[in-house]
C-alpha cells in the first residue's frame, strides 16, 4: 500500500497524558498536512511542511501542540497534557506541490480519546 | 476571508436517484479552486472533483459533476443515479493560500 498511513488508528488516553501520532505521507510528496476534524464538523487545519519546513501554524495549535517533520519524510504530532477538549481525529494528508489544482491524500486518520 | 457553507446537514435519498448537495463559498480572490471530498466511515478523506475558477464548463468525474455558479458563489455537487456505497459524509472545500479549507459537510444516506 502506497498510500498515506497513520499510527495509531486510535488512542485512549487519560487527561494530562502526552500523545504522539505519526503520518507517513506517499513517499514522492513533498507537502505534508495536518487537520483535525471533531464530530459533524469538517477538517480543521492544523499546519503543514514543505519538505522538512514548517511553514504554516494555526491558531488552532496551541503551546501544548508541536508537530515535526525532521528528514522530509514522515512527521510526528505531538499533543502534551492532553485535555479532553483535544479529543477529534487527527488527519494527516499529502501532496505534490501546492494543492490548488490536485487533491491531498489523506490517510485514514488517528482517533484520539481523552478520558 | 475565505468560507465555505453547507447547509444541509443530513439528505435521504432513493437509490438509482440524482442528488445535489449545495455548497456557497466566500472569498475576495479571483483565483481559487472548489473541490468536494467523500468521507466514508472509515474515515479517510476521498477527493471526487475539481473546478477551477476561471473554468468555463462544470467539472465532471464519471457520475460526480459540480455544478459551478460563479456570481451566485456555488459550487453544487450532483450525484447521478446514486447508489448504496454513495452513504457517506460529503465536504465541499476550496483552497485558501497554500492549503485546502473545508465545509461542516453533509450526510448522505441513500435509501435501496
Known amino acids: 500500500d502506497t498510500g498515506v498511513s497513520q499510527d495509531p488508528r486510535h488512542k485512549i488516553t487519560k487527561r494530562g497524558q502526552n500523545v504522539t501520532f505519526r503520518c507517513d505521507p506517499i513517499?514522492?510528496?513533498?507537502?505534508l498536512y495536518w487537520y483535525r476534524q471533531t464530530l459533524g464538523q469538517g477538517p480543521e487545519f492544523l499546519t503543514y511542511?514543505?519538505?522538512?519546513?514548517?511553514?504554516?501554524k494555526s491558531r488552532l495549535l496551541s503551546d501544548r501542540f508541536s508537530a515535526e517533520r525532521p528528514k522530509g519524510s514522515f512527521s510526528t504530532l505531538e499533543i502534551q497534557r492532553t485535555e479532553q477538549g483535544d479529543s477529534a481525529m487527527y488527519l494527516c494528508?499529502?501532496?505534490?506541490?501546492?494543492?490548488?489544482?490536485?487533491?491531498?491524500?489523506f490517510g485514514e486518520g488517528s482517533r484520539l480519546t481523552v478520558l | 476571508a475565505q468560507k465555505i457553507t453547507q447547509t444541509q446537514p443530513g439528505m435521504f435519498v432513493q437509490e438509482k436517484e440524482a442528488v445535489t448537495l449545495d455548497c456557497t463559498y466566500d472569498?475576495?480572490?479571483?483565483?481559487?479552486?472548489l473541490f468536494w471530498y467523500k468521507q466514508p466511515s472509515s474515515g479517510e478523506m476521498i477527493f471526487l472533483i475539481y473546478?477551477?475558477?476561471?473554468?468555463?464548463q462544470n467539472a465532471t468525474e464519471g457520475r460526480y459533476s459540480l455544478n459551478f455558479q460563479k456570481a451566485r458563489k456555488s459550487a453544487n455537487l450532483v450525484i447521478s443515479a446514486s447508489q448504496l456505497g454513495d452513504s457517506a459524509m460529503y465536504f465541499c472545500?476550496?483552497?485558501?493560500?497554500?492549503?485546502?479549507?473545508f465545509g461542516k459537510g453533509t450526510r448522505l444516506h441513500i435509501l435501496p
Open positions: 494528508a499529502s501532496s505534490h506541490g501546492t494543492p490548488n489544482t490536485g487533491e491531498l491524500f
Open positions: 513517499s514522492e510528496h513533498n507537502r
Open positions: 511542511f514543505q519538505n522538512e519546513a514548517q511553514l504554516e
Open positions: 472569498t475576495s480572490d479571483q483565483s481559487y479552486g
Open positions: 473546478q477551477g475558477s476561471y473554468d468555463e
Open positions: 472545500a476550496m483552497n485558501r493560500d497554500d492549503k485546502i479549507i
